[in-house]
C-alpha cells in the first residue's frame, strides 16, 4: 500500500508551494512539492516551522488533507484555517506564494491514522477545521476503492465556514457508502429544517453507526468539540478503545 510510513528520523525539508486554493474566507490549501517525501497515513500531521529575517523562528503542527502519495511521490496538502491572531496562519493564508519555500517536518502521529486494511464502519465527527485530517480518510478510502461504510458528521458556525463543501456533496453522490451530515451551530441555510444547535445525542444517535456495528470512529477539533463528542459515544454505548480523538487549542 502507498503511504505506509509512519516512524522514522523526522528531517526538515524545503517544500516549495505549488498551488494554493480558497476552501472558504478564511481557510487556504497549499499544495506543496516535498522533496524525498516518506509517505505518509491519512490522519498524520506535519510540523511547519517559519524562520523571520532577524532568525526568529515560529512552528506550528497541522493535519495533512491530503490522503496517502507513496514514498517520493513529492506532493502534500495542508488546509489552514486563518487564526486573526496567530503568528503562523496568517502568512500561510494571506502572504506566501506560488514558488515560495516553507520549512516542513513529518509525517507525524501513527494513532489518529485509518488504514484501508480495517473492515470496521467508520463514524467520522468534525468540529470545524477538525475536518482536515477526516477528509484524508475520505479521499483515501476513495482512492483505495475499498467498501468499509463512512460517515461524517460536520460542525460549523455557518455554512459559509464548511471546509470542502463542494468536494463533500460530490463524494457523497459518487461515493457509494459515504454519508455527510452537517451540524450548524450559528447560522443554517435556508429552508434547513431544524435551528442553529451544538453537536448532541440525538444528532450522533441518528446519523453516526450505532454501537453495535462495532465503528471505528474518529473525532477531531477544538478540545471542547472532542470532549463532548467523546462523551456522547461513551454515553450511546461505543467501545472506548474504538474511538480515538485528536485536538486543537480553542473552543468550538
Given at each position: 500500500?502507498?503511504?505506509?510510513?509512519?516512524?522514522?528520523?523526522?528531517?526538515?525539508?524545503?517544500?516549495?508551494?505549488?498551488?494554493?486554493?480558497?476552501?472558504?474566507?478564511?481557510?487556504?490549501?497549499?499544495?506543496?512539492?516535498?522533496?524525498?517525501?516518506?509517505?505518509?497515513?491519512?490522519?498524520?500531521?506535519?510540523?511547519?516551522?517559519?524562520?523571520?529575517?532577524?532568525?526568529?523562528?515560529?512552528?506550528?503542527?497541522?493535519?495533512?488533507?491530503?490522503?496517502?502519495?507513496?514514498?517520493?511521490?513529492?506532493?502534500?496538502?495542508?488546509?489552514?484555517?486563518?487564526?486573526?491572531?496567530?503568528?503562523?496562519?496568517?502568512?500561510?493564508?494571506?502572504?506566501?506564494?506560488?514558488?515560495?519555500?516553507?520549512?516542513?517536518?513529518?509525517?507525524?502521529?501513527?494513532?489518529?491514522?485509518?488504514?484501508?486494511?480495517?473492515?470496521?464502519?467508520?463514524?467520522?465527527?468534525?468540529?470545524?477545521?477538525?475536518?482536515?485530517?477526516?477528509?484524508?480518510?475520505?479521499?483515501?478510502?476513495?482512492?483505495?476503492?475499498?467498501?468499509?461504510?463512512?460517515?461524517?458528521?460536520?460542525?460549523?458556525?455557518?455554512?459559509?465556514?464548511?471546509?470542502?463543501?463542494?468536494?463533500?456533496?460530490?463524494?457523497?453522490?459518487?461515493?457509494?457508502?459515504?454519508?455527510?451530515?452537517?451540524?450548524?451551530?450559528?447560522?443554517?441555510?435556508?429552508?434547513?429544517?431544524?435551528?442553529?444547535?451544538?453537536?448532541?445525542?440525538?444528532?450522533?444517535?441518528?446519523?453516526?453507526?450505532?454501537?453495535?456495528?462495532?465503528?471505528?470512529?474518529?473525532?477531531?477539533?477544538?478540545?471542547?468539540?472532542?470532549?463532548?463528542?467523546?462523551?456522547?459515544?461513551?454515553?450511546?454505548?461505543?467501545?472506548?478503545?474504538?474511538?480515538?480523538?485528536?485536538?486543537?487549542?480553542?473552543?468550538s
Amino acid at each position: 500500500m502507498a503511504g505506509t510510513a509512519v516512524s522514522g528520523r523526522l528531517t526538515w525539508r524545503a517544500a516549495t508551494l505549488a498551488e494554493a486554493r480558497w476552501e472558504t474566507p478564511s481557510a487556504r490549501t497549499l499544495v506543496l512539492d516535498v522533496p524525498d517525501w516518506p509517505g505518509h497515513l491519512p490522519g498524520q500531521h506535519v510540523d511547519v516551522r517559519l524562520t523571520a529575517e532577524d532568525g526568529y523562528r515560529a512552528q506550528r503542527s497541522y493535519s495533512i488533507a491530503s490522503a496517502w502519495p507513496s514514498s517520493g511521490a513529492g506532493q502534500v496538502e495542508l488546509t489552514i484555517q486563518r487564526l486573526d491572531d496567530g503568528e503562523v496562519s496568517p502568512y500561510l493564508t494571506d502572504d506566501v506564494q506560488v514558488g515560495d519555500q516553507i520549512e516542513l517536518r513529518g509525517p507525524v502521529g501513527g494513532w489518529f491514522v485509518w488504514r484501508a486494511k480495517s473492515t470496521s464502519p467508520v463514524t467520522l465527527l468534525a468540529g470545524g477545521s477538525g475536518v482536515v485530517p477526516l477528509m484524508a480518510m475520505i479521499r483515501a478510502r476513495a482512492d483505495a476503492g475499498t467498501r468499509q461504510p463512512f460517515r461524517l458528521i460536520y460542525s460549523v458556525r455557518t455554512p459559509e465556514d464548511a471546509l470542502y463543501a463542494d468536494e463533500l456533496r460530490r463524494r457523497v453522490r459518487d461515493d457509494a457508502g459515504l454519508d455527510v451530515h452537517f451540524v450548524y451551530t450559528r447560522k443554517v441555510p435556508d429552508g434547513w429544517p431544524a435551528p442553529p444547535k451544538r453537536l448532541d445525542v440525538a444528532a450522533v444517535n441518528t446519523y453516526g453507526w450505532p454501537p453495535d456495528f462495532a465503528p471505528d470512529c474518529y473525532v477531531c477539533g477544538p478540545t471542547t468539540f472532542v470532549e463532548t463528542a467523546a462523551d456522547i459515544l461513551v454515553a450511546l454505548g461505543h467501545d472506548p478503545r474504538r474511538i480515538r480523538t485528536e485536538r486543537f487549542g480553542g473552543t468550538s
